[in-house]
C-alpha cells in the first residue's frame, strides 16, 4: 500500500493520522540551508513558528532540492540516514501517542518508533510546529 501522504500511511497501518511523523523539508530563504520539519500528520506546519525558531524564513522546498539534501524522493523522506546532517525540528504534537509512524525511505514503507526514539535519532529540537 501507499504511505506517500499522512492518510494514506495512517490506512495502511492501521493508526490515527496524527500518529505518522511527516518528514518535511523546507529551505531557508536567506541561508538556502534545507530543515527538516517532522509533523504530525494531523497537522499542517505553520512556516512562521518553525522560522522564529531556525532564526529565517523558511519555504516548502522543491522536489529536486529534497532529493539533493536528503537522497530520497518527496513520499518517502525518512527522519534519518540522509547524506548529511539536517538541522531537525519535532512536532510536540507528536509526543501525544505512545508509538509514531515515520517514512522508511519509500513512499511504500515506514517503520514504528515512540517519539523520545525520534528525538534521539535525529538530535532534533521539540516545538510548537502549528497554531
Known sequence: ????TAKDAATAVGCEVGQIAK???FQGEDSGRAYLVIA????????HLV?????????IAPAAFVRAETGYAIGGVPPIGHDAPIRTVIDQ???????????AGTPHAVFRLTPQDLVTLTKGEVIQTSR
Request: net charge negative; proline share 0%.
Open 1 to 4: 500500500m501507499s504511505t506517500r
Open 23 to 25: 518528514s518535511l523539508i
Open 40 to 47: 504530525s500528520g494531523k497537522n499542517h506546519v505553520d512556516e
Open 93 to 103: 504534537d507528536l509526543f501525544e501517542y505512545a508509538e509514531i509512524w515515520a517514512a
Open 51 to 59: 522560522a522564529e525558531r531556525v532564526g529565517e524564513m523558511i519555504r
